[in-house]
Each structure stands twice: as C-alpha cells, then as structure tokens.
C-alpha cells in the first residue's frame, strides 16, 4: 500500500492551487516549496499518520 497522499495548495502570494505529494510515512513534515507561477518560496507544515494528512498548513516565508 502506497503511503503517498496527494494534497492541493494555495501559493499565500498569487493564489493559484496546485498539487503536492506527500509520502505520509515520514510523519509530521515541515519543508519549503516554490510556486510553479510566482516562484516564491513559502513553508508548508503538514501533521499525517500513515496514508493520511490531518492537518496542513502554509506560511509565508
Ligand atoms: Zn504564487
């Protein structure tokens, strides 16, 4: 069974949604992202148990 999730986010900068992966195996997560249109860096904090997201959080960096 995959442990990978698919997740959409919103860039906090221009707005557009787009779709991240997360391996949920690796529990609790923090890393920084580029958004595909603005390239702006912004920090993505998720909570997950296995082969699930609980919670997901964005901040402008
Ligand atoms: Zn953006």
């Known amino acids: 069974m995959s442990m990978e999730v698919s997740k959409d ?3 906090p900068f ?8 997360m ?3 690796a529990g ?5 992202t580029d958004c595909e249109v603005c390239c702006r860096p912004f920090e993505v904090f998720v909570e ?3 082969g699930e997201i ?7 960096n």
């Open 9 to 11: 986010i919103q860039c």
């Open 14 to 21: 221009c707005g557009q949604s787009f779709e991240i992966i």
């Open 23 to 25: 391996d949920t195996s």
């Open 28 to 32: 609790n997560q923090r890393f920084t």
């Open 48 to 50: 997950c148990v296995s």
């Open 54 to 60: 609980l919670n997901l959080e964005i901040r402008e």
